[in-house]
């Protein structure tokens, strides 16, 4: 079966490829030659993952899904969410990002937070969307060294380490798009979405 992965990003392609398994054949865009940026516009990570996938599926009428990932922290409303990136800037700078967060929750005891992975297929006339989600709360400082993005000031419920902290593989297996990808893997396994002879 071979399936699209909206993104140029191919650590995440690897990771993804692993979850999903040799049943998949899975293509990502650098594979399609397809080197532009894909807009990603929309207010949540529900109508990103859509919009992304959309514009892929527009392109090539093949069965493509896209992924979004937001941090939410309750005390912020939600925020970064959608912005996660972008939190302190167009330049997705990590360190400022997690500066920013921590400033903005200084002396604050609400420190409750979930990282949220939505992921979009389209084939056909069809949509669905896929979601994984890890309850958890934001340090008052960096610990580990471990991971990307928000990991090191993030400890996932029943945790006392922060992602950081954690070995990758571990991380890994427990994360909120691994949750979010397993659910499309048993969806992918248990439907003819995507048959070969559809392929171009
Ligand atoms: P994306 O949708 O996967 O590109 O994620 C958007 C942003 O969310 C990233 O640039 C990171 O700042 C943050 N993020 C996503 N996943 C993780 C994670 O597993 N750990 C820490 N930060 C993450």
Do not use: W
Not at 74 to 93: C, I, Q, T, Y
Not at 156 to 170: K, V
């Amino acid at each position: 079966m071979d399936i699209i992965f909206a993104t140029n990003n191919e650590n995440k392609t690897r990771e993804i490829r692993n979850i999903l398994g040799s049943n998949i054949n899975l293509l990502s865009l650098n594979d399609l030659n397809i080197h532009e940026d894909i807009p990603e516009t929309e207010p949540t990570l529900e109508g990103n993952a859509l919009q992304k996938a959309r514009y892929i599926y527009e392109k090539v009428s093949r069965c493509v899904f896209a992924d979004d990932t937001g941090l939410e922290i309750d005390m912020l409303d939600g925020l970064p969410g959608v912005n996660s990136a972008r939190f302190a800037g167009e330049n997705k700078d990590s360190e400022a990002n997690i500066d920013k967060v921590l400033l903005m929750m200084a002396d604050s005891e609400r420190r409750s937070a979930r990282f949220r992975t939505v992921i979009a297929l389209v084939e056909g006339g069809k949509e669905y969307l896929f979601e994984g989600i890890v309850e958890g709360r934001i340090t008052g400082e960096r610990r580990g060294t471990g991971g990307f993005g928000y990991d090191p000031v993030f400890i996932p419920r029943g945790e006392t380490r922060t992602f950081a902290e954690m070995p990758l593989d571990e991380k890994n297996r427990i994360s909120h798009r691994a949750m979010a990808f397993e659910k499309l893997k048993t969806f992918l396994d248990n439907q003819s979405c995507c048959p070969e002879e559809d392929a171009v």
